[in-house]
């Protein structure tokens, strides 16, 4: 979630191996960026919503529930404690990895110069404890980059993992009656 300066909002959607963006926007308020997202989720009805809660995407997140949207809506909080702490020293480096492991696995993104960028602007370093740490924003605008909001939008989306939709099971009726006495057949 951004407001005004060089980041911009992206909203977009992720299911098993295809990624798209949605939307790209530069200059809305937190409750624009929030009936925007409502929008998306009405339309594309998704199974889970993660809104990155730092900074401003926390109002974003608050408008959203008060609108009666909270179900399946998830606050994404990158420097909380990784899942796999021996492996990642945050929550947004994890999420960073495991979009680099669907990646590798063959993922279908968008053709977009920006996504390109932010997918390999980023570098990592290891932490004390060996943990993969990923390259502050900060850092990388001193090296002439521009926050990787795009490659942000597709990572978050696996800070929630969704068990695959089960098919609807047929619905079948069966008579066990006596079949002379029955008047249906």
């Not at 606050?75 to 990895?97: L, M, P, S, T």
Request: hydrophobic fraction near 35%; charged fraction near 30%; glycine fraction near 10%.
């Amino acid at each position: 979630v951004a407001r005004f300066g060089d980041d911009q909002t992206v909203i977009g959607w992720r299911q098993g191996r295809k990624a798209v963006i949605l939307g790209k926007y530069r200059g809305l308020d937190t409750a624009q960026v929030a009936h925007r997202t409502i929008e998306f989720m009405e339309k594309e009805k998704p199974d889970a919503t993660v809104v990155d809660g730092d900074g401003l995407g926390a109002g974003v997140v608050d408008q959203i529930r008060n609108r009666g949207f909270g179900h399946k809506l998830f606050e994404f909080h990158g420097a909380q404690k990784a899942n796999d702490a021996a492996k990642y020293f945050n929550r947004r480096a994890e999420v960073w990895g495991l979009m680099r492991d669907w990646l590798q696995a063959g993922a279908e993104i968008p053709d977009d110069p920006e996504l390109e960028v932010d997918l390999t602007g980023p570098e990592y370093l290891y932490s004390p404890k060996q943990q993969i740490q990923l390259e502050k924003k900060e850092d990388m605008k001193r090296r002439g980059l521009a926050s990787p909001d795009c490659g942000d939008c597709i990572a978050m989306s696996f800070a929630v993992q969704i068990a695959a939709r089960r098919p609807q099971p047929k619905t079948s009726y069966v008579y066990h009656g006596d079949p002379e006495t029955a008047w249906m057949a």
